[in-house]
């Protein structure tokens, strides 16, 4: 089967002479759930930009399905719906003709624009207020408008920027599931986020870029499997000896009812929980430190710096 | 896309610039119709009365045409300017440049656009006009052609100089420094044969001088200037503003980064 994107050698070196991509490559398989991530400034929006034609490429190939953006662009775009980083609709214009008019420029008859709009609308919650000006919406609502706006002409491949950035817990989480439905309808997904248990929740496949490089391109079951630590922070009934220790693990007392073990791969946390059980210590919870992704992105930026 | 679709997408962004200039019809159409009242009751009426005739008319029958040509010239240039710089500006230009749409139908959407709100316009003016003096078309093939030639053409320019801005700064800087200028300089107010020879020469650069005579040809039937040329040097200038907005939109400077 074709891949959904295929990126080759990309560079881009901008007219100040800064190099955003250094000849970067990676493949999009059908139907993925595809996360990129990388700090600020790596290169994942000039990624995006030259993937859907706002930035101009200095080098390499980027084929979307089957077309080759060299040769026919205006095939690969059919495939493509983006979801920008920043708002880039019309203020002025109302949230309805906003997504008919993505539609017109599809080439969409207006009147099948206008029965996906609302069928999108709808189903991401905007459909009453579909006739009131986009910059009345909050800013969970312009998101999901620029999702809207993304699918009318239904693309095969949808890529997100940052789609969740500002949002609340409950409307990220809602946008989750809209994305797992259309992507389990069939289309391929592309996401950027700075959350990573967003990236963790939704993705299958995981491209890290740093500096303009990919420094890892793999399953995220893989990336996960290689995590060689996890710190777990463990929550005490009753208050914690001052001396706490575990043999063999580092930990830490944080205040009287909790403390922070590490856990390094070959470990077992039942020998944890043994050991303080044996100085009279019952856990009543358990959590990760930090997201385990972010901990393995984190020592993967940090290792490239 | 195929011609199908790409009409389609021609008439989105056709639909998308009119329902944009009727919406603050307040202030593309009205400001059009209350100043040139205002141009036929001072210049033609009042001063007008004292001129006595020019090229054979009536002061007022001899500026009338000039009048609706300098909206129509106004209007076409500022109704793209100012849509394309504002999509520009907030970034909407995107939700183009990301679809399939050929640039010679961005081109042509935003362009008929700007054409259309000039004729609007020059509707409204010409029945001012009627409520000053009695308007009797010589050629209506001639005004009829003059008025689309010359919307296109300064539609296309006010396409250039969105594409060029940085600012809504930018986008009045041409219109009063260069297009105003040239309006009045290109023989609204007057005959090129009041002018000594040396500037009535310097005239013929100004690209006003044939669209506002070939249309004066066109509503009276007088023209300081033979129609062929006039037509010629708008069809030119028509050209070369169409050629650089396609190598604008095709290079996509200024647009992409």
């Known amino acids: 089967m074709i891949p959904a994107l295929t990126i080759e050698n990309l560079s881009k070196v901008y007219g100040n002479g800064f ?26 929006s000039t990624t995006i930009g030259i993937i859907c034609s706002l930035v101009s490429k200095s080098g390499g190939r980027v084929q979307v399905f089957d ?48 029965q996906r709009a609302e069928k999108y609308l709808r189903e991401l919650g905007l459909w009453e207020k579909r006739k009131v000006a986009s910059r009345t919406l909050s800013g969970g609502m312009k998101r999901r408008l620029m999702i809207a706006r993304a699918l009318v002409h ?68 893989e990336l996960l499997r290689r995590l060689h630590r996890e710190v777990f922070i463990l929550d005490s009934e009753s208050e914690l000896p001052a001396d706490i220790s575990v043999a063999e693990f580092t930990c830490r007392r ?45 020592n993967l930026v940090e290792g490239a710096a | 896309m195929n011609a199908s679709e790409q009409f389609n997408a021609f008439m989105t962004i056709l639909r998308k610039e009119v329902k944009r200039y009727l919406r603050i019809w307040t202030q593309t159409l009205l400001p059009s119709a209350i100043t040139m009242s205002l141009y036929f009751v001072i210049f033609g009426s009042l001063i007008g009365s004292r ?25 076409s240039y500022s109704n793209v300017v100012s849509s394309f710089f504002g999509s520009k500006f907030n970034h909407s230009v995107e939700e183009l440049l990301v679809s399939p749409t050929p640039n010679y139908v961005i081109l042509m959407g935003y362009v008929v656009g700007g054409v259309s709100r000039g004729l609007l316009v020059a509707i409204v003016v010409t029945l001012v006009s009627m409520f000053f003096t009695d308007l009797h078309i010589h050629s209506y093939l001639v005004v009829l052609s003059v008025v689309l030639m010359t919307s296109i053409l300064f539609a296309l320019a006010g396409f250039i100089n969105a594409v060029y801005a940085n600012s809504f700064d930018d986008i009045s800087i041409i219109p009063t420094f260069v297009l105003t200028p040239l309006i009045y300089l290109g023989g609204v107010f007057y005959s090129m044969d009041l002018l000594p020879d040396f500037w009535a020469g310097v005239s013929k650069l100004n ?51």
């Open chain 1, 154 to 221: 239904e693309p095969s491949l949808l890529i997100l920027d940052e789609p969740t950035a500002g949002v609340d817990i409950e409307m990220r989480r809602s946008m989750w599931d809209f994305l797992k439905q259309i992507n389990a309808a069939g289309t391929t997904i592309i996401l950027t986020t700075h959350y990573l248990e967003e990236a963790e929740a939704l993705c299958r496949h995981i491209g890290i870029i740093n500096h303009g490089e990919i420094v890892e391109n793999t399953s995220m079951r």
């Open chain 1, 254 to 298: 944080l205040d009287d009812h909790s403390m922070e073990v590490e856990v390094q791969k070959g470990q077992h946390i039942n020998d944890v929980f043994a050991a303080l059980d044996a100085q009279g210590v019952r856990v009543s919870s358990m959590r990760n430190r930090a997201n385990r992704l972010e901990e393995m992105f984190v």
């Open chain 2, 207 to 257: 690209p006003l001088v044939y669209v506002v005579n070939a249309f004066r040809y066109g509503v009276l039937g007088v023209s300081d200037v033979s129609l062929p040329i006039a037509f010629g040097m708008i069809a030119l200038f028509t050209v070369i503003a169409f050629s650089y907005s396609m190598h604008l939109l095709n290079s996509g400077k200024r647009l992409r980064q």
């Open chain 1, 19 to 44: 190099e955003a991509l250094k000849g970067i490559s990676l493949t999009v398989q059908q139907g993925d759930f595809y996360a990129l991530l990388g700090p600020n400034g790596a290169g994942k």
């Open chain 1, 67 to 114: 077309a080759d953006i060299d040769t026919d662009f205006p095939a690969a775009k059919k495939y493509i719906g983006i979801v920008p980083q920043e708002f880039n609709f019309n203020m002025f214009e109302t949230v309805l003709d906003i997504v008919v008019n993505q539609g017109g420029y599809y080439g969409m008859p207006v009147e099948l624009s206008r």
């Open chain 2, 51 to 75: 001129i006595g005739e020019m090229g054979g008319f009536t002061y007022m029958q001899f500026v009338v045409p000039g009048l609706i040509m300098m909206a129509i010239v106004t209007n």
